[in-house]
């Protein structure tokens, strides 16, 4: 599913370089990401997302090198076989849950938005308990439902992989037990693979592995390495 | 509607204060030099045809602006007033139409002049009958349609002043016909005989028979067959069929007043030669032609819309300014929005779509509600200009 070789990562002047020799993801897997701040975690789903290009080294995820692919077909490449979950919902204010969990049906004309589409956002929004609730805004919304809109739009799309970034961080404890029953329930009943980065040491068991990220990167491990908004695509 | 089309609807939909605020800019900004110049051409219009359709006006030496308004507009002016005998000069070269229009029945213009006046502006009964009598009056459309009055109905002068107890009498009208809409001032006006504006001023009266009355408290004096009535004499405030024999005038006829007198002459020469007639330093009146005057009068309201249009580009460059910040705030505002968009696979030509599509929305509307108003505005435009120009 994931495959990574020979892979070396340097943010344009900054003293943070990511190397991986090898990293293998099987399909159906559920794994962990773990490691302290800045080690590069967020960094790593980047990569296999293809928002970041590696300077060495390919990127292998969903039986496509998406290293070597072009901007378009990368972000092709994301929206029909990535579903990406992020730490702060990042759900957008002006749209209610229903066209939130639509959204990537709105942005990119390779996904047709019809009405199966529409019953399998309503059926997802059911699953994870919010189904009467699809019609209010964010604001509206409490931020375990907010996550839960998050984890809906990330799946809508039925990508073969999930990848979330500290799904969990901003959740109270019940919130985050449930929320991570979501991602779980979810990627098990259609065998899709989870990548999750957290930092919350008490939720490692529910993994099947993880994978302690602070050996793959070589600085020390501080806040120099710049959020996603700085790589090189995200700001062309 | 889908994709960064429905995103950005519903992007201006939901943020409702800031797509007012946006649309208000733009809608003022574009509407106000526009209103300006539709109320303009309007105004310009209507007054330049009306002052070309009125060859001459001769009256009160003074002011030249407020003579032709008060003869193409029946204005209440400063302008005073010539005798009722320069239209005997007048007509030594042409046609004299006097025009008296001092006195307002329900606030609208009595207008009071000869037949010739009719012919002249070609108005036409629409309903009812021209007046014959002393007392009667034909109004113009827009005098029936506000005052909702029509023929057979009576309409009272206004006093000068609402203090005026002891001043002039009002005098109840006959209506006995309405004009046809003219678009024009005199949609505006009370037709009445010269007469009937003297009797309101006062220059005539119909009283009872003094000399057969029972009551000799009504009589001051009697001297050699002339009666002097005593001021319990009440003069009549309507002139009907029983009462219009008693009515007389006191004075010269030919000295009564009128605001106006509207020459029209058969040919050049006789305008140039009562045009000189006036023109000589012991002119008691003057003579003036409407065209001239109204264009002088254009000339200066287009100069001082000159300095208006400069102005208004200034607002518009300075709103043009305004939307530019308004949409670079915006961006720093929605980066966490786009990047999460481009995240989950959107391009940046989508990120650039849907701002070109927020700002298309606000135009749109902007220019929707401005088309609208564009659209009342010339439908009400020849109205409000009318009543700019009546007062």
């Not at chain 1, 900054?14 to 990401?33: C, M, P, S, T, Y």
């Not at chain 1, 990127?59 to 901007?71: Q, R």
């Not at chain 1, 004309?109 to 929004?125: T, Y």
């Amino acid at each position: 599913m994931i495959e990574l070789d020979q892979l070396r990562f340097r943010y344009p002047g900054g003293n943070f370089e990511l190397e991986i020799d090898r990293l293998h993801i099987a399909q159906g897997e559920k794994v962990a990401i773990v490691g302290p701040s800045g080690c590069g975690k967020t960094t790593l789903l980047n990569l296999v997302a293809g928002i970041s290009t590696p300077d060495n080294g390919s990127v292998t995820a969903c039986g496509d090198v998406v290293s070597g692919l072009s901007d378009s077909r990368r972000r092709d490449f994301r929206i029909s076989k990535i579903g990406m979950v992020f730490q702060r919902f990042d759900l957008v204010e002006y749209l209610n849950a229903r066209d939130n969990i639509l959204l990537p049906f709105q942005i990119n004309r390779s996904l047709i938005l019809n009405n199966d589409v529409r019953r399998r956002a309503h059926e997802l929004a059911e699953s994870v308990g919010i189904g009467d609730k699809t019609g209010r805004y964010p604001h509206q919304l409490s931020q375990g439902e907010q996550q839960r809109v998050a984890i809906c739009r990330a799946l809508v799309a039925q990508p073969e992989l999930l990848l979330a970034d500290e799904p969990t961080g901003n959740l109270d404890p019940a919130s985050k037990t449930t929320v991570l029953d979501i991602l779980l329930e979810q990627c098990d009943s259609e065998g899709k693979t989870l990548v999750v980065v957290t930092h919350d040491m008490s939720l490692l068991n529910r993994f099947d592995r993880s994978i302690d990220f602070t050996t793959f990167f070589k600085s020390a491990p501080d806040s120099s390495a710049p959020d996603v908004s700085a790589t090189d695509e995200v700001q062309a | 509607m889908r994709g960064p089309l429905l995103l950005a609807w519903k992007y201006v939909t939901y943020n409702r204060t800031k797509t007012f605020i946006l649309v208000a800019c733009i809608f003022l900004t574009v509407l106000l030099p526009v209103a300006v110049k539709i109320l303009l051409d309007k105004f310009e219009s209507q007054i330049v045809s009306r002052a070309d359709t009125t060859p001459a006006v001769i009256g009160a030496r003074g002011s030249d602006l407020d003579l032709a308004l008060s003869a193409l507009y029946f204005k209440r002016t400063d302008a005073g007033t010539v005798p009722f005998s320069e239209t005997a000069t007048i007509e030594k070269h042409g046609i004299a139409i006097p025009v008296y229009s001092k006195f307002t029945a329900r606030e609208f213009p009595v207008v009071a002049t000869t037949l010739d006046y009719y012919a002249f502006r070609g108005l036409q009964i629409a309903e009812g009958n021209m007046l014959t009598t002393l007392g009667d009056c034909a109004i113009g459309s827009r005098v029936a349609a506000e005052l909702g009055i029509k023929p057979g109905d009576q309409l009272l002068s206004d006093r000068e002043t609402v203090l005026d107890i002891g001043g002039m009498t009002p005098l109840k009208m006959n209506v006995t016909g309405v004009f046809a809409p003219t678009n024009s001032a005199d949609d505006n006006g009370v037709f009445v005989d010269l007469k009937t504006a003297w009797v309101i001023e006062g220059l005539g009266h119909g009283h009872q028979d003094l000399e057969n009355v029972e009551d000799e408290l009504m009589v001051m004096s009697r001297d050699d067959g002339e009666i002097v009535a005593s001021p319990a004499v009440v003069p009549y405030l309507e002139i009907t069929e029983n009462n219009i024999d008693s009515f007389h005038f006191h004075g010269e006829m030919d000295d009564f007043p009128v605001s106006a007198i509207i020459a029209v002459t058969p040919d050049e020469k006789s305008e140039t030669l009562l045009e000189g007639n006036y023109g000589q330093g012991n002119a008691t009146a003057q003579f003036v032609r409407p065209s001239i005057v109204v264009r002088e009068l254009m000339d200066l309201v287009f100069k001082v819309k000159s300095v208006f249009d400069a102005n208004a580009v200034l607002i518009g460059v300075s709103t043009a300014l305004l939307l530019l910040l308004v949409i670079l705030l915006s961006l720093k505002l929605r980066a966490r929005e786009m990047q999460t968009m481009f995240k989950i696979g959107a391009s940046r030509n989508t990120n650039a779509k849907l701002q070109l599509y927020e700002m298309g929305f606000i135009f749109l509307i902007s220019g929707i509600l401005v088309a609208i108003a564009v659209r009342v505005l010339m439908q009400y435009s020849g109205e409000f200009v009318q009543r700019m120009l009546i007062g």
